[in-house]
């Protein structure tokens, strides 16, 4: 066989995934691959180079972000930029910081790259290119991965590698794939007459091309309205019809809903100035061009029914059998605007990247923890990983998997590496001022509402805990195998919800009422606020699948809700500190309160049990400051000398005598080791 037709076989191989084992010298090989440069991908490389690992990242252009490149298509982006929030904590700061992706570097802060509340687009591709080269990420450019396949291997991490192969058949090898391309490719619905329809990729931006027109925009989300505000000003009316209703942002509280900032077509539709919503099938309709250019819509129906070649004469429109049909005005043009969808065309069959059901088919199926259902090692990033809260949480956006693909890295450290997911231990009486910091503080758990939440694992007898951030509650029954930590003792779960039914398209979240007050009526909470979730004993698998509806959790042992507050700050000391720290103390049965030294040392008499903090202090080696209430307790327990004071003074006037009784106090401050006998046998009653 020559070597030519063996190039000519290879090449077909690629295309048909029957790629044979390709010889060790073709290969590049690294540990961990990320296809795509884009945020999510970026934020990968960070955090692999941090710990040192060896990666590459692959992007088909030649700079990073090539979607920001080009979309939004009117350079708005809708990703909120607050620069002043009135606190100095920079965790804090991150919660209404929606653009800037997680770094040691205070200079990639995305303020200091616009001034703009909502920023152009342009600016995040500025910023992009500096996340990368500031940070001397691996990127290699001008890249495109077209096929990616498996090669069995038992030696290899997952049982296999993934075989990546670029526009000019380099061929790369990796034990671990990060899949961070988001989801570009265009929806398309394809009816009779669908060849008249532009796509939001290509139509015009400049309103002068719109002037005078009638136009009939497909689709209803944010690049459907943002096309209508675009040339709102210049039509002769802008009619949009999709098959489902329209989701308002602060009605759904999913940042991915129609926001405020591309709105204004319901007003002129509401207000009555000619601009419509319609709903319906877009499957059913149908488009037909007259004479004059003008394209007419009717029904699949009657096109499927009638002979198209004899002319627009000869098909029914639906205004010819109900004359008040409501798109019966011809329109000059139809734009469709039906977002985007995940790329599977360049994955072999072999690691059966399979799309999702309903709703999600546009986005790869993904298990909890980010790892393809199908194909160990593969994970999703980004955008194409919002599966898993899909209209719900804010994962499909820069704000919300910065800390998923954190959470993604933690999980690779500790399987590849063995290195445990990051925690802390505290004494037990930390544990209310550790919670309150982080709800009060953290970012992760503030935009990943419901997915992300802190797990709290208790010591034996709870007399410590150690804190573990941002954990993906999908996968909590895993948690000791994924994170390397135990749970033997039971755990408090620390997550962030909206009000159970507070949220969707037709509610009336501006209800009179609608906020709680009362710390007795957290539960009852509507905006987003904690909820502390206590277990026994680690949830199991079994337990994870049967949870209620809605519940991103199973039942606890006992739940407490922080009640809501109007500038989410919960540190008010009635509303929000003291039922949280008496939550906490029914589930450990104990006082989590802290102390002075002289009630520790009362305690110890009137209890058979000290509180957490006392027996601390105790153990510590603290000692006892003297004061004279304690000098007199310490006399009648027989630890000091009774001395009269008349021994000391005579018949010394009263000033002076009290002069002697503090200096008495000063050279018997009471050691911790005369009480030692007392804590043992408190311990053991």
């Not at 941090?50 to 298509?73: I, Q």
């Not at 069995?152 to 000019?168: K, P, S, V």
């Not at 400051?625 to 004071?645: F, K, M, N, P, T």
Request: one cysteine or more.
């Amino acid at each position: 066989m020559t070597a030519l037709v063996r190039g000519v076989l290879l090449g077909l191989a690629l295309y048909t995934g029957s790629l044979p084992v390709l010889s060790c010298a073709a290969l590049v090989y690294h540990d961990y691959c990320i296809i795509g440069a884009g945020p999510s991908g970026l934020q990968a490389a960070y955090f692999l180079q941090r710990a040192s690992r060896d990666y590459l990242v692959f992007e088909r252009s030649h700079a990073p972000g090539s979607f920001f490149a080009l979309y939004p298509r009117h350079r708005k982006l809708i990703s909120i930029n607050k620069r002043y929030t009135g606190k100095s904590n920079s965790e804090f700061n991150l919660r209404h910081d929606w653009n800037s992706l997680l770094s040691h570097d205070r200079r990639l802060l995305f303020q200091h790259y616009s001034r703009d509340f909502y920023p152009n687009a342009d600016e995040m591709v500025r910023y992009l290119e500096d996340f990368a080269s500031l940070l001397k990420l691996l990127v290699q450019y001008n890249t495109a991965i077209i096929h990616v396949t498996l090669e069995r291997d038992e030696q290899a991490w997952n049982g296999h590698y993934f075989i990546l192969t670029d526009q000019d058949r380099q061929n790369y090898k990796c034990s671990c794939l990060l899949v961070a391309t988001g989801t570009w490719v265009p929806n398309v619905v394809n009816f009779p007459g669908s060849e008249y329809v532009e796509g939001y990729e290509t139509v015009s931006t400049n309103p002068e091309d719109f002037t005078g027109q009638t136009v009939l925009i497909l689709g209803r989300g944010n690049s459907a309205f943002e096309t209508a505000e675009n040339i709102l000003g210049v039509t002769n009316f802008i009619h949009m019809v999709s098959r489902s209703r329209v989701r308002l942002s602060w009605a759904t509280h999913y940042v991915g809903d129609l926001r405020a900032i591309n709105n204004g077509l319901l007003d002129t539709y509401q207000l009555k100035s000619l601009d419509g919503l319609l709903e319906g099938d877009l499957e059913d309709l149908a488009i037909v061009k007259d004479k004059k250019g003008k394209l007419h819509i009717t029904l699949r129906f009657y096109v499927e029914n009638s002979n198209i070649s004899a002319g627009i004469d000869s098909i029914t429109l639906p205004q010819d059998e109900l004359d008040n049909f409501a798109p019966r005005a011809p329109y000059d043009r139809v734009i469709r605007c039906l977002g985007w969808k995940f790329d599977f065309s360049i994955y072999n069959r072999s690691l059966k990247m399979m799309p999702g059901k309903g709703d999600k088919k546009k986005y790869p199926q993904i298990k909890p923890n980010y790892e393809s259902t199908s194909t160990q090692g593969l994970f999703v990033l980004g955008t194409a990983s919002h599966s898993i809260d899909f209209r719900k949480s804010a994962g499909g956006f820069i704000h919300g998997f910065r800390y998923t693909t954190r959470a993604v890295h933690r999980l690779l450290e500790k399987r590849h590496h063995g290195v445990p997911w990051p925690s802390a231990v505290y004494p037990v009486t930390q544990l209310t001022n550790s919670i309150i910091k982080r709800v009060n503080e953290a970012s992760g758990l503030y935009q990943m509402f419901s997915v992300l939440a802190d797990i709290i694992l208790l010591r034996e007898n709870a007399t410590a805990f150690e804190y573990l951030e941002e954990y993906p509650v999908g996968i909590l029954a895993e948690l000791e195998m994924q994170t390397g930590r135990k749970a033997p003792s039971g755990l408090f779960v620390v997550i962030m919800e909206y009000g159970k039914n507070f949220s969707g398209a037709d509610k009336d979240v501006f209800y009179y009422n609608r906020a709680v007050g009362e710390a007795q009526h957290a539960w009852q909470s509507n905006f987003l606020h904690p909820v502390i979730y206590f277990y026994k004993h680690l949830p199991t698998e079994h337990e994870m699948k049967l949870r209620p509806p809605d519940w991103p959790l199973p039942r606890p042992d006992a739940i407490h809700h922080i009640v809501e507050d109007f500038l989410t700050d919960w540190t008010a000391p009635n509303a929000h500190i003291l039922p949280l720290r008496r939550f906490l103390e029914n589930c450990l049965s104990t006082d989590l309160r802290n102390f002075f030294a002289e009630s520790c040392f009362l305690f110890a008499f009137t209890r058979q049990k000290l509180p957490p903090f006392c027996r601390q202090g105790y153990m510590r080696m603290q000692g006892l400051e003297g004061s004279e209430g304690l000098w007199r307790h310490a006399v009648e327990a027989g630890l000091l000398q009774d001395y009269s004071i008349t021994d000391f003074m005579g018949d010394r006037p009263p000033d002076s005598r009290k002069g002697s009784q503090d200096q008495l106090l000063r050279d018997h401050v009471i050691s911790v080791h005369p009480l030692q006998h007392l804590v043992n046998a408190k311990d053991e009653l």
